[in-house]
């Protein structure tokens, strides 16, 4: 992974236009190839991406003949999506070998209701079947990927508490699998035993479907009692 802490402005050019003006920034290009723009807030959650499979080229400033440059990265994806990042001062710039990362471990509970919701997937609808659990992505498993009645992907992301970014998760999944013409369009599903009012309004806002989850009656196979919404 390469970490560089820079002043830069940032601008963006595919399905839309956007631009973040001169700052101070930390950029992360991972080994994956992805490549991410943050600040000094927002947890994790970048202000702006670009996804794999991407390619960054690292040109001088003084290539484009303007004053106060470092260098300009242009990052390109399979889409033609372009984010140009103007390096004006660094700061900082080291790369470091993190090695093979042995992937999140859910708690008890968490592992238990994705086993469970994979058994009994037909719970999400009738004529529902499971494709796989952890179906991989660039950026992890997403937790089931299913097919509905209608034969159309579904990507299921199973919490014991469902919080926003649970559901900033699964739109990153989301976001990766429908690049996938054999899998797109792929719909959503946020399953969780609780689910926080903010993260059902942003999954609605979103398309995301939420399902609370009853771990006792997925025990039993006790249909009746989940709620969706």
Not at 17 to 31: F, N
Not at 174 to 201: C, S
Request: negative net charge; charged residues 25%.
């Amino acid at each position: 992974m390469r970490l560089v802490i820079a002043r830069c402005t940032v601008d963006y050019d595919g399905r839309l236009t956007a631009h973040l003006p001169s700052a101070l920034r930390l950029l992360l290009v991972k080994a994956d190839g992805s490549v991410s723009v943050h600040a000094d807030d927002r947890a994790y959650k970048p202000l702006n991406w670009m996804s794999p499979p991407c390619w960054l080229t690292e040109a001088p400033g003084g290539a484009s003949g303007a004053t106060g440059i470092d260098s300009v990265w242009t990052v390109k994806n399979k889409a033609d999506e372009t984010l140009t990042i103007t390096l004006e001062e660094i700061q900082h710039d080291s790369s470091h070998e993190l090695g093979v990362d042995p992937g999140l471990v859910k708690d008890g509970v968490e592992a238990h209701l994705q086993q469970l919701l994979a058994q009994h997937v037909t719970t999400l609808g009738d004529g529902w079947t499971l494709v796989r659990r952890e179906y991989p992505t660039a950026i992890g498993p997403v937790d089931l990927l299913c097919r509905d009645a209608d034969g159309g992907s579904v990507a299921v992301e199973i919490k014991r508490r469902g919080e926003i970014d649970g559901v900033e998760q699964l739109t990153r999944y989301l976001e990766l699998l429908n690049r996938d013409p054999l899998l797109a369009p792929v719909a959503g599903i946020f399953a969780a035993q609780q689910i926080k009012p903010q993260a059902k309004v942003l999954a609605n806002d979103r398309g995301i479907r939420c399902v609370t989850l009853d771990y006792d009656a997925l025990r039993g196979a006790v249909v009746d009692e989940f709620r969706l919404f």
